[in-house]
Structures are given as structure tokens and as C-alpha cells.
């Protein structure tokens, strides 16, 4: 018996073609360099490469106790208080396991330690960024956008701030109550489009004698 074997051409597209429709579908960033930018002509938003997320499948900590407050934790987070393995933090929040850890590689939270297994542990400080992200996400506000106003927000928290610098951070502050302002304005004419579709479906129904 003659076995063949038939060499496949690599694909000269993108080098991650898996990965990239599935980022498309979760709304994730591809693997490209993002670029830098302006929004609406006010905020200056740099843009930092993002840590890959993992594809669906791929998460080591699902199996494991996801759902217990330590207080007895290894590295930075000892002695903060209760903190949470990231099955509570994502039940607290309304958020998949995937989409916290997502989160975190984008920068836009990180652990306080982990446990002796290598489990990550979360705060509250993370809880809180995580329901304010919540908030943000269906104004349209991308992760740079949101990373930079976390920025902004833990400046202001900061002990002990100048006057100066503090009056500095809210004229900032201002400029981003205005573009969430615009977003919501945004997002209000969707739902009124939105509306209009749905009652025109009712209208559509009832002349059809569906009812």
C-alpha cells in the first residue's frame, strides 16, 4: 500500500485565523497593533498593546474552588482583607469567568496575590472597577477609553493631591462627562429606533390577523 502525503499551503492571511474569528464574534481586539488615537477630537487616549486573550476552552481556573472569600493569601494581597477567587468576583459582578480574566490582560484590573494553588485572588477595589465597566460597556466606551478613565479616577483618589493637580484632573473629568453624555445621547436614539422597529412588528401582526 502507497501512503501520499499533500502539503498544505500556508494560509498568506491573517497568522492567527482562529483566534481573530473569535475575537470578532466576543467582541475581543485581534491580534493586530492597535493604533493610536484621539476620541471625539477632546480625550487623549494612548493606546497600549493588550495582552492576548485566551480563546474560549482555554481557562485553568474553571476547575477549580471558585466561589470562596480567603483572607490567608500568598504575595501582595496579604493583609488587605477579604479577598475573592474570580468565580465569586464574576458572580458579584454578573460577568463569565472569561470576560473578568479578560478584563484583567487588557489592564484594566489586576490580582492582589494568590492562593498556595496559583488561584487568582481579587479585592474589592476590583469588584467596584469591574460593575463601573459594567456601566461603561453599553455606552460604547472601548478599553482604551475605559482604561484611561479608570487612570483618571484613581488619580483623583489619590491621598494627599495638590490643589493644582487636582483641579487639573477635574477639568479632565469634565471633558469625560461630556463624551458619556454624547454616548448616552447616542444610545437613546438606538432604543428609540429600536422601539419604532418593534411597534411597527406589532402593527404588521395584528393586520395579518396573527392576533
Do not use: C
Not at 502525503?5 to 473569535?22: F, I, L, N, Q, V
Not at 475573592?84 to 490582560?105: C, D, M
Request: proline share 5%; charged share 25%.
Amino acid at each position: 500500500m502507497t501512503y501520499t502525503h499533500t502539503r498544505r499551503e500556508k494560509s498568506a492571511g491573517t497568522p492567527y485565523p482562529a483566534y481573530d474569528r473569535w475575537a470578532t464574534a466576543v467582541g475581543a481586539p485581534t491580534r493586530h497593533r492597535p493604533t493610536r488615537g484621539r476620541v471625539q477630537g477632546q480625550i487623549d487616549v494612548q493606546s497600549t498593546p493588550l495582552a492576548t486573550s485566551r480563546p474560549p476552552g482555554t481557562d485553568t481556573e474553571a476547575g477549580g474552588e471558585l466561589s470562596t472569600t480567603r483572607r490567608n493569601v500568598s504575595g501582595s494581597g496579604a493583609g488587605r482583607g477579604d479577598v475573592h477567587q474570580i468565580g465569586e468576583v464574576a458572580e458579584q459582578v454578573g460577568l463569565s469567568l472569561r470576560t473578568v480574566r479578560y478584563y484583567e490582560e487588557a489592564g484594566l484590573l489586576a490580582p492582589v496575590g494568590r492562593t498556595v494553588g496559583g488561584f487568582r485572588l481579587y479585592d474589592r477595589d476590583a469588584i467596584e472597577r469591574l460593575l463601573l465597566i459594567r456601566k461603561m460597556k453599553p455606552l460604547g466606551f472601548t478599553l482604551e477609553e475605559m482604561r484611561a478613565l479608570l487612570r483618571l479616577r484613581d488619580e483623583l483618589a489619590t491621598p494627599g493631591l495638590a490643589a493644582e493637580a487636582r483641579a487639573r484632573l477635574r477639568e479632565r473629568l469634565a471633558t469625560w462627562v461630556t463624551l458619556a453624555e454624547q454616548k448616552l445621547s447616542s444610545l437613546r436614539e438606538q432604543v428609540d429606533v429600536a422601539e419604532a422597529f418593534v411597534g411597527g412588528l406589532h402593527d404588521d401582526a395584528e393586520r395579518s390577523g396573527a392576533y
